[in-house]
């Protein structure tokens, strides 16, 4: 079982629809959760950048973790064709080997006008 | 402007040959990584450096190699002994001296072995 898992999709929606991106993890020391946006061919960009449980909020972007579900998610509202790219999941814990960061299979969104 | 820059955008490679990839920074980071991306896998860590003169090896390290000669400089060398080299690098820079907390990354160089 991997450490962090995510759907890879694809996933296909209108332009102005909500969309939800979500990541599964297993280990429990796992303490920064962040969100890339990776276009093709490009290299990835940070969105969002979480420390431990809580809802962060960055425009049409909201990043919320959910510590006791291991469960994290990304959601992005009006949704626009601009939107669609690949987005990564990733988090770390504190100390030793926990602090490599680890990112999740990425997610491709279509965000169709 | 600051950032990281990788060079050159795509590399071909013959069977046998080593090749080196090349990662800049003018960001004044302490700390560099290199990733390698396949469909479908997500980034698996190469090797890191968290200061000069030293690096760690990552997850799959195998077949490859790096120096950390300069702050700002992280080339990473794909040697013939790695099997399946056929991939997207990117190079990463981070200010924390923790493994990768708020990195930013370079646009990456893809590599195809013909």
């Known amino acids: 079982q991997k450490e962090v898992e995510q759907d890879p999709g694809p996933l296909s929606v209108p332009e102005g629809a909500i969309v939800s991106l979500n990541c599964t993890y297993s280990?429990?020391?796992?303490?920064?959760f962040m969100w890339y946006r990776q276009y093709s061919r490009k290299g990835p960009e940070l969105l969002m950048y979480?420390?431990?449980?809580g809802n962060k909020e960055d425009g049409r972007f909201t990043a919320q973790v959910d510590k006791s579900s291991k469960y994290i998610s990304l959601f992005i509202r009006d949704s626009q064709p601009s939107d669609s790219a690949t987005y990564l999941c990733a988090m770390r814990g504190e100390f030793g080997n926990t602090g490599k960061l680890i990112f999740g299979q990425g997610t491709t969104l279509q965000v169709k006008p | 402007d600051g950032g990281i820059t990788q060079s050159p955008k795509y590399l071909f490679r013959k069977e046998g040959q080593n090749v080196t990839l090349s990662c800049e920074q003018n960001?004044?980071?302490?700390?560099m990584y290199w990733y390698r991306q396949d469909p479908g896998q997500g980034l698996r860590l190469i090797y890191y450096?968290?200061?000069?003169?030293?690096?760690q090896k990552g997850d799959i390290a195998e077949g490859y190699s790096v120096s950390r000669e300069k702050k700002e400089s992280f080339p990473l060398t794909v040697t013939s002994a790695q099997k399946n080299p056929t991939a997207f690098y990117l190079c990463a820079s981070s200010i924390d001296r923790g493994l990768g907390t708020e990195a930013f990354f370079g646009q990456g160089t893809r590599l195809t072995v013909v």
């Open positions: 960001l004044n980071h302490d700390a």
């Open positions: 280990n429990s020391a796992f303490q920064y």
């Open positions: 450096s968290q200061i000069v003169n030293d690096f």
């Open positions: 979480t420390y431990s449980s």
